[in-house]
């Protein structure tokens, strides 16, 4: 198969982050290491096939401060919550895997979407299909429909800060207006349950 070429310019971001992160593998942060980063990502990127990661050039600072914060009190929660349902609860804990479809089909915010359910403790993303841009998130202590239904728009909300944060105008647009009808993504179990077949 071969590849289209993609300007340097628009691999630059990819191949400056594999350079800090050939630092932070090596837990040496200094210049030779992040050049010898830099020739690796650039050998990695330019060399081998990947799927075009393409950001949009947009990123809302402000929407990725709430983000961060956002995923800062969930994980410390989470950390809480996981300690005392394993005490409380132990082998007898009910679990789900429930299906939640994205609205962004982009496969980098697929992708930190993902990484940013799986990072929570108590969850952990199986599957992903990336044709309906679809996550399987198997979830702890998840006993009904509601509790499956609560986690599935948490998600959803996830995914809208990230899309707020860096995503593209499309699906930015889609998001507001969400935001402006008081309606988020997705179908809810009873309104799936009525839809024809």
């Known amino acids: 198969m071969r590849r289209p070429r993609t300007p340097l310019k628009l691999e630059l971001p990819l191949i400056l982050f594999l350079g800090v992160f050939w630092m932070?593998?090596?837990?040496?942060?200094?210049?030779g290491t992040f050049i010898l980063g830099l020739i690796y990502g650039t050998i990695a990127v330019r060399v081998f096939y990947l799927p075009p990661l393409r950001g949009t050039g947009r990123l809302n600072p402000f929407w990725g401060l709430v983000l961060g914060v956002r995923f800062l009190a969930k994980m410390v929660m989470a950390s809480f919550q996981v300690s005392w349902l394993t005490v409380a609860k132990g082998p007898r804990m009910r679990n789900s895997i429930i299906s939640i479809q994205l609205r962004s089909h982009?496969?980098?915010?697929?992708?930190?979407?993902?990484?940013?359910?799986?990072?929570?403790?108590?969850?952990l993303v199986l599957d992903v299909d990336r044709t309906t841009?679809?996550?399987?998130?198997?979830?702890?202590?998840?006993?009904?429909?509601?509790?499956?239904?609560?986690?599935?728009?948490?998600?959803?909300?996830?995914?809208?800060?990230?899309?707020?944060?860096?995503g593209n105008r499309s699906d930015l647009a889609v998001v507001k207006a969400e935001a402006r009808l008081g309606r988020v993504a997705g179908l809810s179990k009873t309104e799936r349950e009525v839809m024809p077949q």
């Open 24 to 31: 932070a593998v090596w837990q040496s942060f200094d210049l």
């Open 133 to 166: 841009a679809t996550l399987y998130l198997h979830a702890l202590n998840v006993t009904d429909d509601v509790q499956a239904e609560k986690i599935r728009q948490d998600a959803l909300r996830t995914e809208a800060l990230l899309i707020r944060t860096l």
């Open 106 to 123: 982009d496969d980098l915010l697929v992708t930190l979407t993902g990484h940013a359910l799986a990072l929570v403790p108590g969850s």
